[in-house]
């Protein structure tokens, strides 16, 4: 299966920023356009949740608690799309994925882990 490849991540102190980026090099998609790239997350115990997504039309959504410090952004040539993550608390910590739609077809990067600890 298909993954979108993603980079980024790591450990920080809060407060900290990090970046995430996710890209698709590997991925034919035959000339379809994508219609939505978003970032989500996945605490210990916790439900998979949307954190942020950004729409080809330039419509942007973000979580409650991505608001105001996080902010994505998107090449749509590359299919790609990067999180700037700042000002960020211990309860960020969590694994981070990326998801591409097209029409037909939802792809998801691997996941990688943000730690935010003192």
């Known amino acids: 299966q298909e993954h979108l ?18 890209e698709a090099p590997g991925i034919n998609f035959n000339g379809r356009d994508y219609y939505l790239i978003a970032w989500y ?9 949307l954190v942020a997504e950004v729409s080809k039309w330039d419509t942007i959504q ?9 902010t994505i952004s998107r090449d749509n040539a590359k299919y790609a799309c990067s999180l700037q993550m700042n000002n960020l608390e211990p309860e960020d910590t969590a694994v981070y994925y990326c998801r591409l739609d097209i029409p037909d077809h939802t792809y998801w990067g691997q996941g990688t882990q943000v730690t935010v600890s003192s």
Do not use: T
């Open 41 to 49: 997350r996945q605490a210990p115990g916790k439900e998979r949740e």
């Open 5 to 22: 490849e993603q980079s980024g991540g790591g450990f920080v102190h809060p407060g900290g920023s990090l970046r995430l980026s996710c």
């Open 62 to 70: 973000y979580s409650d608690s991505a608001r105001g410090r996080f």
